[in-house]
């Protein structure tokens, strides 16, 4: 029996991946229209609340360093 060539391993490593990541997107569940939108919402308005609270850190240690600088 011929052993199997380098190039028959890497393809049959890449295909066996290829099939493992298929039936792992098989076992996602996908959010609804309903629910995506809702975590939309809650990603955009902590992104917004944490922006937020960096510029006001940053703001007051800002002044802080301006105060003991000057």
């Not at 052993?3 to 298929?22: A, D, M, W």
Request: aromatic letters at 8%; glycine letters at 6%.
């Amino acid at each position: 029996m011929a052993q199997p060539t380098e190039k028959t391993k890497k393809t049959n490593r890449l295909s066996s991946y290829f099939k493992g990541v298929r039936s792992e997107l098989r076992k996602v569940i996908w959010p609804n229209r309903k629910e995506l939108t809702n975590y939309t919402g809650v990603v955009l308005f902590m992104s917004v609340l944490a922006a937020i609270v960096v510029y006001l850190l940053d703001l007051i240690v800002g002044g802080a360093l301006s105060l003991i600088i000057s």
